[in-house]
């Protein structure tokens, strides 16, 4: 199957246009997929980031119905 690339808050930023503090909160309110902890950094799946723009981009399709 496909092999899950690591991201960092960085690749995340860049991914989603968020900001750190936006993201943290997002995963404070469990409305973006949590870290994994890798030696003290935070790491996100690429799969878990993929499916929640999915959703994101599913919803936003759904407001213009």
Known sequence: GMVMKLLDV????????LSSSTIYRLIDE????????????NVWGSEQVDE?????????KDDTV
């Open 10 to 17: 960085k690749a995340i930023k860049e991914l989603t246009t």
């Open 52 to 60: 929640w723009m999915n959703q994101l981009t599913k919803e936003s």
């Open 30 to 41: 469990d409305a973006f997929p949590k870290p994994i902890k890798l030696k003290g950094r």
